[in-house]
Every structure is written in C-alpha cells, then in structure tokens.
C-alpha cells in the first residue's frame, strides 16, 4: 500500500491543511509520498522534507503551474496514480476544486470530507451539515479522499529525511486561465487553525460594527469570522463565513456575538471545545449549544468585554 | 444558445434532520422536500442570462424518483422552458450522476451547464467537477459571479482564501454559490404556466448508464450531543469563568 497526498501550498508556504492529510494518510499506511505542484516551491520542499511520516516528495515544478488550475493539474495527478492505493487531499476549496476530476477520470467513485479513518477502506464523514454522521465503506480498488482538515492533528515537521523527486510533466489547456485572486490579508490568526474565533452576525448590523469585534480578537489574538448572514449583508468578506457552505473552524473557545444559530451556521464551529453566545433574543438556537451565554445587547456587551479583558491583561502583566 | 441547469430534491434547509433509530439513514417519511438551495441560484443565473438575451433556452435537469418531477416544475414555475427527468428509484452517487448527465449533454447540446455546488444532504461536492472533467470541459467552481461575453466567461469563485477571477471558454460547466444572486418566486400565473411545460423521461438503463453503488453505507448516526451550558449575569462573570473555569483565556 503506498499513498499519495496533494500539497496545498501558495508557492512559498506550506498550507497547515496538508500536514492534516499526511496525518490522516500515516492512519493508512506508513508509506507516504507528497505532490507537490507549483512554481518555484523550494521551500515548501524543504518543510516537507522535514516530515518524518513522508517518504518522498514528488515535486512538478513549472512556472504553468503557478495557480492551481483544476484542468491543468488533474492530469498529472491522473497520470501518477497508478503506483498508489489512496489519493488524499484536504477538503479545502483547493482539494475539492481537483479531487473530484481525477475520481471520475480514474472512474472512482470518491469519498469526500472525512473526519475519522475506521480502516483502509472504511470512513466516518459528515452528512446533512453535520446532522448525520455516515460510516461508508468504498469498494474501489483505489480511494480518492478528502479529509477535513480540523478532524487531523497537524504531523509535526521534524525528523524526516525525505528526498525529492522532480517530474517533468506536459499539460496544456487553453480553455481556462487565470486572471487575478483578491485575498485579504489580515494580521490575524487564520480563521480555520486559530485557538480562539469570535464570530458576528447578522446582529451586528453594518460593516463599521465588526471593528467592536476586532477591537476583541486583537486583545484575544482571535481569528474573526462571520454568520452566512453577516457576509450575505456584505458586512464582511466570503473568506470569514463559518458554516455548511463556509468554513469548519474546531477552536479552544468560539464566541458567537449577534448569531441566532441556524443549522448551517451550527455545522462549521459546533465541535469547538468552548462556545460562547451573546445574543438579545433569549430564545435563539445558539445558546442551546453554548457552554456560556449571555443575554444582552451586544453594543453594551462588546465594549464592557473589551475593557474586562483589557483588566485581565493589567493583571497578568 | 442553450443552457442546462441541473436540480436536486433535498430535506429543505429548514428542517431538522433526524437520524434513524435503526441507523439506516435519515428520516424522510413526511418531511418537507425543496430544491436543493444553491440549485435555485443555477437556475436564476440562467433565466437572467436568457433575460439578457444571450441565451435562448433554459433546460432543467433532475434525477430521483417520481416527486423529483416536482423540484423540476418549480424550475419551470421560476422561468425555465422544459424539463428533462432521470427517473431512478436507488440512490445516485455523484458518479454516476455525472456520467447520467453526460448522456444528457449529448442529446442537449449546451453551451453552459450552472449546478449547485453542492447538495445539502450529502455535502459531497463533486458532481460539477466530475461532469467537467468527464466532458472535457472548462470548470468554474464556488461561482459568486458570472459575466458572459461573446466566446468566454469571466468567472468570480469564492475560495477558502478570499476571490479568484478566472477567465474560461466555452462550453463551460458551473457550480453555482448561494451568493451569486437572489432566486426569485414563482407568481401563480407562471405555477399554472410551467404544469403545460414538457418534461422529458429517461431512466439510467435507457441511457445506457450503470449506477451500481460503489460506496456502501454501513450506518448513520446522530453525531455526539452538546449539552446545554449555562447562562451568565454579565461580562465580569463570563470572564471570570472563562479564565479560571474553561481556562481558555
């Protein structure tokens, strides 16, 4: 048995989602080799050399491969197959733009968004926004995964003695090019691996509003996130929505501030470890999952939070 | 220039789901049924396209049992001009759903294909980049915004780290989010139109499609319950417990 994982990476950094699939992959099988395809990806070589549980690393350099085109890399994931038992990826909007192309062209049927290995063959996932939990078995003789990255440990980058491997490979396509990616950067923690998320809704009214949130992320070093809602109304970007449709965030403490709880909301942060809800309405769904809620307005609440924490720091220092 | 949209019959977004006692799925005797949510804005985008004149027809795809038929005239009762039903009494997995939809590209011819990016029941989100990559066709993903031109479309995707501008030709197959548009009601005029609409009937077998399944459920479960915390008086308590009681602060 022998494993392929894709690497996620921007060309430069290594995406923590992939140190997740090499985590689900070592719960396999122990022979691990990770694709890397890009331009210029020395150092994301280099991490992942560092990786103890990855044997080799299969590296497709080529300035074409810059962005991740699903037309364009599918192909040479295709190509590669045939050597391994299991393709894995994360359930990143990465892994589910290509995954599922090389599932059909290598006519398999593929399992998507794990969260639990039972054996080779045999997964648990999520189903009706995490309402369900499905165990499924896939009887193709070779698995194509995604896994979600919040249900895998990260593997540590360290002791490993990987070489790499580097393919030339030719896939031309002219049907779908690139033209610009707009992200937005922020000083933040990254909403999907931050320890602490502080999320608003559609409560919190207007754009301007999410600076009472921030004002608290910085003081907590907290990742923000938002309610569909929130980012429907335009109070804030796509990249920030925690939900089905969203992101799935599993942190040490989520604070949803002015979020009433719809299921779909509920499906991408209800694993968190603590959750805190503050909301006006005393019956919103949200406080049904709430290790803590609070009943008020959030314009009062938001600011005493601020200078509560602000005291806890004066005392700590 | 024809454009296929394809729909799906799920649990509505409404509804809480409830897991059966024997674990063999989820309840759907009596539950209320809907279109599929980001299925809805496939169709808009595509009546809004033929409103703009560059396209001429909207076809309406779905696959399922026989009440699959109600889901496709509510396509027709938003504005699409006929319909096309796979009937199939088994579950579909997404691939051979792709491959069903590909028999159906055959005959139909069209120029762009709009799907939801997923189906709310089993979150597999796979089915557009299958029939893409089984076409050979451009793939645009996660679709916030559509901007045809005359031989290719610019196309806004939602991805994890913000958005991506991508330019395709066509054909092209889309998959459609929930922000790209607002779906619109049917008026009562256009339900009593879209009953004289014509509706297509294939099954898998005459096209030729072997849907076996190739991933087998063994059981569902109700994932592990939260339990109900506490309510607290004010922002000191909250604090106070969340730094010596949860110890996350």
Not at chain 1, 13 to 34: F, G, P
Not at chain 1, 51 to 75: G, Q, R, T, W
Not at chain 1, 280 to 309: R, T
Not at chain 2, 121 to 138: F, H, R, Y
Request: proline share 4%; net charge negative; glycine share 6%.
């Amino acid at each position: 048995m022998s494993i392929l994982v894709l690497a996620e990476h921007n060309n430069k950094e290594l995406k923590s989602a992939t140190l997740s699939a090499i985590t689900a992959a070592s719960q396999i099988d122990e022979s691990i080799e990770v694709l890397v395809i890009g331009s210029e990806c020395d150092e994301v070589n280099n991490k992942l050399k560092n990786i103890k549980l990855v044997k080799k690393i299969i590296a497709v350099d080529n300035s074409k491969y810059i962005n991740p085109i699903a037309e364009l890399i599918s192909p040479i994931i295709v190509s590669l197959a045939g050597n391994y038992t299991h393709i894995i990826a994360p359930a990143s909007t990465f892994g589910k733009n290509i995954m599922p192309r090389v599932a059909i062209l290598l006519d398999v049927a593929q399992v998507s968004d794990i969260i639990k290995i039972e054996s080779p063959d045999t997964f648990v996932r999520p189903i009706y926004a995490g309402n369900a939990l499905a165990t499924i078995q896939s009887s193709d003789t070779k698995k194509i995964i995604t896994i979600r990255p919040t249900s895998f440990d990260p593997a540590s980058i360290e002791g490993g003695v990987a070489e790499v491997e580097k393919l030339e490979f030719n896939s031309d396509i002219s049907c779908t090019e690139f033209i610009n990616r707009d992200e937005n950067k922020s000083d933040r923690p990254e909403l999907g691996t931050a320890r602490i998320v502080i999320s608003g809704g559609r409560g919190l009214g207007s754009s301007e509003n999410f600076a009472l949130l921030n004002d608290i992320a910085d003081k907590l070093n907290a990742a923000v996130g938002a309610s569909r809602a929130a980012v429907d109304a335009g109070y804030i970007s796509n990249d920030s929505q925690v939900g089905q449709t969203g992101k799935v965030v599993v942190p040490d403490l989520y604070i949803a501030v002015g979020i009433s709880g719809a299921i779909q909301h509920l499906a991408g942060m209800k694993e968190s470890k603590i959750i805190v809800a503050i909301n006006k309405d005393e019956e919103a769904p949200i406080f049904n999952v709430a290790d803590y809620g609070l009943h008020g307005d959030l314009f009062d609440i938001l600011p005493q939070l601020s200078s509560e924490l602000d005291k806890l720091n004066t005392i700590q220092n | 220039m024809k454009i296929l949209v394809t729909v799906k019959r799920v649990i509505d977004y409404n509804v809480q789901i409830r897991v059966k006692a024997d674990g063999s799925g989820v309840e759907t005797d009596n539950v209320k049924m809907s279109m599929n949510p980001p299925d809805e804005n496939a169709v808009e985008e595509a009546l809004r396209i033929k409103e703009s004149g560059k396209a001429d027809e909207v076809v309406v795809v779905s696959i399922g049992e026989d009440k699959a038929q109600e889901t496709i005239r509510t396509a027709l009762a938003m504005g699409a001009d006929r319909g096309i039903h796979v009937k199939a009494s088994q579950e579909i997995e997404p691939l051979s759903v792709a491959k069903i939809l590909e028999k159906i590209v055959e005959k139909e011819n069209p120029k762009i294909i709009l799907m939801g990016k997923q189906a709310i029941d089993d979150d597999s989100n796979q089915t557009g980049q299958m029939l893409s990559a089984k076409l050979g066709w451009a793939q645009g993903t996660f679709v916030s915004k559509i901007d045809l031109q005359d031989e290719s479309v610019i196309i806004t995707r939602e991805i994890d780290e913000g958005l991506e501008k991508i330019k395709t030709s066509l054909p092209v197959v889309a998959t459609c989010d929930l922000r790209l548009n607002e779906p619109r009601y049917a008026s009562l005029p256009n339900i009593m139109k879209a009953k004289k609409k014509p509706i297509d009937n294939y099954t898998p077998e005459t096209l030729g499609v072997d849907v076996s399944l190739r991933i087998k459920q063994l059981k569902v479960e109700e994932p592990p319950k939260r339990t109900k915390g506490i309510m607290v008086a004010d922002v000191a308590e909250l604090v106070h417990k969340l730094k010596h009681e949860a110890k996350v602060i």
